[in-house]
């Protein structure tokens, strides 16, 4: 079965990446699939969280698929080893499957952004979108549209724009 997310991967490139996922363990394939799903970087708590495990399954997890090259980590960091990687183990998770996995995603980036203004809002609302979640999606949407704009504010700025040149003057 193939779909947009690998259709770039050749057949062969495709079969080996497949064998090489099936090569893993129950539990570290399941932890890539979530991985997959969050995206292309990710840290541990983010991962943990989704995937629904206690500290040790996750990190036993986590040290087999370093292990096997299928994630790096690197300033306290995972990635894959290389994009087709993920965007395989994408395509091989069913759409069904794929929506509830987002919506573990989004529910864990939810918890674990608290209170806090810094969360990353247009995670949580691709997430959202992605599982159906419409009116927390739309939410999330609205306060990354508003995080942008303080983050882009910069109050000297128009100021300067202004004033002229002191060589113009």
Do not use: K, Y
């Not at 500290?55 to 790096?72: I, K, M, S, W």
């Not at 980590?73 to 395509?91: N, Y």
Request: with cysteine.
């Amino acid at each position: 079965m193939r779909s947009a997310c690998d259709a770039a991967v050749p057949e062969r490139v495709r079969d080996v990446i497949i064998a090489r996922l099936g090569r893993l363990t129950e539990l570290a394939r399941m932890v890539v699939n979530v991985a997959a799903v969050i995206g292309r970087e990710f840290d541990f708590p983010l991962l943990r969280t989704a995937a629904a495990l206690d500290d040790d399954n996750a990190a036993t997890a986590v040290e087999e698929l370093v292990r096997r090259r299928v994630f790096r980590f690197a300033d306290e960091r995972f990635d894959f080893g290389h994009d087709r990687i993920r965007g395989v183990a994408l395509a091989e998770i069913l759409p069904p499957r794929r929506r509830i996995l987002h919506r573990q995603v989004a529910d864990a980036l939810h918890a674990l952004g608290g209170g806090r203004r810094d969360r990353d809002w247009a995670a949580l609302a691709s997430h959202c979108r992605e599982a159906g979640l419409w009116p927390r999606a739309a939410e999330a949407f609205r306060e990354a549209g508003r995080s942008a704009s303080v983050r882009s504010a910069e109050p000297a700025r128009p100021l300067s724009l202004l004033s002229a040149p002191s060589s113009a003057r």
